[in-house]
C-alpha cells in the first residue's frame, strides 16, 4: 500500500523533461527547511504538522531524487520578521538549503521573500496570505502555493455581500496579513455596492477582545469581518458570542481553518462561511493523505499542511525533471508543470509565482450534520482557478509582461 502511494504522488505530476543523466546536484543533497511557527499563535496551523507534511512527501518520492538524499530541517520564526530573514540567509549561506517552505505569517513570508530575491534560491508559501509575495516581491524563486488575500476576498468576503451583508467593519489584526486582508475585502465590499464603516487593528496574540467588539457593536454594521486567524479568531468570534454582538450583527470570518472549527465547536461555529482550498474529507485521495498525517500528528491536516505535502513534492518533481537543483532551472521547470495530485487538479504556477487552483467555499456544519470527529464542513461552491485569484493584468510584478 505504502509504495503504491509513493508511485501515485511521484507520477502525479505532469511534463517532466530531462532525466538524471546529467544529475547535477550541489553538495550532494537536497534539502528543504520548514519555516514555520512551532511555539507560537500559529503553531497548530503551521508547527509540527507543516514539518511532518514536508517529512511525507521527502518519504513518499523515495528519500533521494537525482541519486541525492532529500534532507528536510526545520525551524521556529517566533512570528518575527527578522528572525525568520535571519534564518533563511543562515540557511541559504551555510545551511545547503534549497527550498524554504510553509512560511506562516504575512511579515515573515514577505521578509523571507526579500531574502529568497536576494540569494536565488526557493520559497513556497503555503501559510501567509499577503499579496505582496506574487506582487512588488515577486521573483522566479518565489511560489504562494495554497491561498492568498484576494482568494479569501473573493471567496467569503463576496458570498457574504451577495447573501446582503453590506456594510461590514472589521476585526484586523495589526499586520501584513490583517491588513492586506482588510484591503481585499474593502474592495469587494465597494465593488458590489457595499460600505465599510470602519475597523479595529488589535495586536497580535490578543486575549481581550471586549473593546473592540464594543467598538464594532458601536459601529451598527451588519457584518463584522474577523480578519485575523488562529487564536485570534477563535477568540474574537467567543467575545463578540459572549458581548451579544451576534443577536444584531453577523459574523464573516475570513481566514478560518480546520482547527479553529474544532477548537470553537460546532455549536458556536456553526453556520460560518469560509473559503479554504482543501478539506480532508473531499475524496478517497484527501482521505487517504489525512488518515495517514493524522496517525503522525493526531489531527487532521489543513490546506496549508496538505499544500505543503503538494508544493514539496512539486519540487522535488521539478528538480528531477531539469535534472539538476539549479534555481533557476528547477524555477523553469516548475513554471512548465501541470500539478494533479491530492490537493488539486490541473494546478499551474503563472510567471508571477502564484500558484492557480480550485478554491471552495465552505460553510460549518451544525452539530445535528456532524457524523463524527473533524466531520465539520460542508461545501457550498467551487470557485474556478481563473476567478479565485488576482488576474494577472492587475500584477506589480515586474515579471509580468504588460
Same mark, same amino acid.
Given at each position: 500500500?505504502?509504495?503504491?502511494?509513493?508511485?501515485?504522488?511521484?507520477?502525479?505530476?505532469?511534463?517532466f523533461?530531462?532525466? +538524471?543523466?546529467?544529475?547535477q546536484?550541489?553538495d550532494d543533497?537536497?534539502?528543504?527547511?520548514?519555516?514555520?511557527d512551532?511555539?507560537?499563535? @500559529?503553531s497548530?496551523?503551521?508547527?509540527?504538522?507543516?514539518?511532518?507534511?514536508?517529512?511525507?512527501?521527502?518519504?513518499?518520492?523515495?528519500?533521494?531524487?537525482?541519486?541525492?538524499?532529500? #534532507?528536510?530541517?526545520?525551524a521556529?520564526h517566533?512570528?518575527?520578521?527578522?528572525?525568520?530573514?535571519?534564518? +533563511?540567509?543562515?540557511w541559504?549561506?551555510?545551511g545547503?538549503?534549497?527550498?524554504?517552505?510553509?512560511?506562516?505569517?504575512?511579515g515573515?513570508?514577505r521578509?523571507?521573500?526579500?531574502?529568497a530575491?536576494? !540569494?536565488?534560491?526557493?520559497?513556497?508559501?503555503?501559510?501567509?496570505?499577503?499579496?505582496g509575495?506574487?506582487?512588488?516581491?515577486?521573483?522566479?524563486?518565489?511560489?504562494h502555493y495554497?491561498y492568498?488575500?484576494?482568494?479569501?476576498?473573493?471567496? /467569503?468576503?463576496?458570498?457574504?455581500?451577495?447573501q446582503?451583508?453590506?456594510?461590514?467593519?472589521?476585526?484586523?489584526?495589526?499586520?501584513?496579513f490583517?491588513?492586506?486582508?482588510?484591503?481585499?475585502?474593502?474592495?469587494?465590499?465597494?465593488?458590489?455596492?457595499?460600505?465599510v464603516?470602519?475597523?479595529?487593528?488589535h495586536?497580535?496574540? /490578543?486575549?481581550?477582545?471586549?473593546?473592540?467588539?464594543?467598538?464594532?457593536?458601536a459601529s451598527?454594521?451588519?457584518i463584522i469581518?474577523?480578519?485575523?486567524?488562529?487564536?485570534?479568531?477563535?477568540?474574537?468570534?467567543r467575545?463578540?458570542a459572549?458581548?451579544?454582538a451576534? !443577536?444584531?450583527?453577523k459574523?464573516?470570518?475570513?481566514?478560518?481553518?480546520?482547527?479553529d472549527?474544532?477548537?470553537?465547536?460546532?455549536?458556536?461555529?456553526?453556520?460560518?462561511?469560509?473559503?479554504?482550498a482543501?478539506?480532508?474529507?473531499?475524496?478517497d485521495?484527501?482521505?487517504a493523505?489525512?488518515?495517514?498525517?493524522?496517525?503522525?500528528?493526531?489531527k487532521?491536516?489543513?490546506m496549508?499542511?496538505?499544500?505543503?505535502?503538494?508544493?514539496t513534492?512539486?519540487?522535488?518533481?521539478?528538480?528531477k525533471? +531539469?535534472?539538476?537543483d539549479?534555481?533557476?532551472?528547477v524555477?523553469k !521547470?516548475?513554471?512548465e508543470?501541470?500539478?494533479?495530485?491530492?490537493? /488539486?487538479?490541473?494546478g499551474?504556477v503563472?510567471?508571477?509565482?502564484?500558484?492557480?487552483?480550485d478554491? @471552495?467555499?465552505?460553510q460549518?456544519? /451544525?452539530?445535528?450534520?456532524?457524523?463524527?470527529?473533524?466531520? @465539520?464542513?460542508?461545501?457550498?461552491?467551487t470557485?474556478p482557478?481563473?476567478?479565485?485569484?488576482q488576474?494577472?493584468?492587475?500584477?506589480?510584478? #515586474?515579471l509580468?509582461?504588460?
Amino acid at each position: 500500500m505504502r509504495n503504491s502511494l509513493r508511485l501515485m504522488a511521484a507520477a502525479s505530476m505532469l511534463a517532466f523533461g530531462a532525466g +538524471a543523466a546529467s544529475a547535477q546536484v550541489s553538495d550532494d543533497v537536497v534539502r528543504i527547511g520548514v519555516l514555520a511557527d512551532m511555539s507560537g499563535i @500559529y503553531s497548530d496551523l503551521s508547527g509540527k504538522g507543516a514539518v511532518e507534511a514536508v517529512k511525507m512527501a521527502a518519504e513518499d518520492f523515495g528519500g533521494t531524487v537525482l541519486g541525492k538524499k532529500i #534532507d528536510v530541517v526545520f525551524a521556529d520564526h517566533l512570528n518575527k520578521a527578522d528572525v525568520g530573514a535571519a534564518k +533563511a540567509r543562515e540557511w541559504f549561506d551555510t545551511g545547503g538549503v534549497d527550498l524554504i517552505n510553509d512560511l506562516a505569517n504575512s511579515g515573515v513570508a514577505r521578509a523571507v521573500a526579500a531574502v529568497a530575491k536576494e !540569494k536565488k534560491r526557493h520559497i513556497i508559501v503555503n501559510g501567509a496570505s499577503n499579496m505582496g509575495i506574487t506582487n512588488e516581491l515577486c521573483s522566479p524563486y518565489a511560489i504562494h502555493y495554497a491561498y492568498d488575500a484576494y482568494s479569501l476576498a473573493h471567496g /467569503t468576503g463576496k458570498a457574504v455581500v451577495e447573501q446582503g451583508g453590506k456594510t461590514w467593519f472589521f476585526l484586523t489584526v495589526d499586520f501584513a496579513f490583517g491588513i492586506g486582508l482588510e484591503e481585499q475585502v474593502s474592495s469587494v465590499v465597494r465593488a458590489n455596492g457595499g460600505r465599510v464603516a470602519g475597523a479595529a487593528r488589535h495586536p497580535l496574540a /490578543t486575549t481581550d477582545f471586549s473593546s473592540y467588539i464594543l467598538q464594532a457593536q458601536a459601529s451598527k454594521a451588519e457584518i463584522i469581518g474577523v480578519a485575523s486567524t488562529g487564536a485570534d479568531a477563535v477568540n474574537a468570534i467567543r467575545a463578540a458570542a459572549e458581548f451579544g454582538a451576534t !443577536k444584531n450583527q453577523k459574523l464573516a470570518a475570513l481566514l478560518l481553518w480546520i482547527e479553529d472549527v474544532h477548537a470553537l465547536g460546532l455549536p458556536a461555529a456553526q453556520g460560518l462561511l469560509l473559503t479554504n482550498a482543501w478539506y480532508w474529507d473531499m475524496n478517497d485521495e484527501t482521505r487517504a493523505f489525512a488518515k495517514r498525517f493524522n496517525e503522525r500528528v493526531g489531527k487532521m491536516p489543513n490546506m496549508a499542511q496538505a499544500a505543503d505535502y503538494s508544493s514539496t513534492m512539486m519540487y522535488l518533481n521539478a528538480v528531477k525533471a +531539469a535534472g539538476t537543483d539549479d534555481a533557476d532551472a528547477v524555477s523553469k !521547470k516548475m513554471r512548465e508543470m501541470t500539478v494533479s495530485d491530492m490537493f /488539486t487538479k490541473e494546478g499551474k504556477v503563472r510567471v508571477d509565482g502564484r500558484f492557480v487552483h480550485d478554491m @471552495y467555499l465552505w460553510q460549518v456544519k /451544525t452539530p445535528g450534520e456532524s457524523k463524527g470527529p473533524w466531520d @465539520y464542513l460542508k461545501q457550498v461552491s467551487t470557485i474556478p482557478a481563473e476567478q479565485a485569484f488576482q488576474p494577472l493584468s492587475q500584477s506589480k510584478c #515586474d515579471l509580468v509582461k504588460k
